[in-house]
């Protein structure tokens, strides 16, 4: 099995920490912060995730790379301006990158480039990871005395080792919630770069 090690889901992993508060943004400002991030657009729809997806993607961006707003977070300030620490991840590459928007004058005002940092899972990968398990034969019996009554919770994962088969790629840790507890003596991953599914017992 891949050596697969959990990471800390910490706001420093953004480079900005020092800046972030419990200040909160609106929908439409998270929107207005992401487009200012990356005008080309993230991908929205977990279908455009698939590796099968490329033509798709290139049609719709001009380019074939998949990349996912991880998070957006709201910025305090001092003088009052509105800003936003937005971190998207790129799965061509492992790349991470934390940008610090300006919301009042549409600009990104610094930037952070990083790659093995266990990016938080945005919503169109928890949409995808989530797709790609229930569809699963394996986990679809796993959790069928449920009858639906499971929660799905992800982590992210990083393989650090250069010579693994998965170093690399985006994988998630499921973890899955049911009524009576967690599920124990199953170990699920997803590797939303391929789109496969791994259980081991």
Known sequence: MASLKILALALACSGFASAASAQSLTPVEENLAARIADPAGAIDSAAMLHPEAASA??????????????RVEAVRTDSGGRLAVVTTYQ????????????????????????????????????????????????????????????????????????????????MVRAVINTPQGFVTGVQVSVNLSDATVNVQQ
């Open 91 to 170: 799965y061509e590459g492992n790349i991470t990158t934390s940008r610090l928007v300006d919301l009042d004058n549409n600009t990104i005002v610094n930037e952070r480039v990083s790659t093995d940092v266990g990016t938080p899972v945005g919503t169109v990968e928890a949409d995808y990871a989530r797709s790609l398990l229930m569809s699963d034969a394996r986990i679809q019996e796993l959790i069928a005395p449920f009858q639906g009554a499971v929660d799905i919770g992800l982590i992210p994962t990083v393989v650090t080792d250069p010579s693994d088969p998965l170093y690399g790629k985006r």
């Open 57 to 70: 993607r290139s049609s719709r961006s001009g380019s074939s790379n998949r990349v996912v707003v991880s």
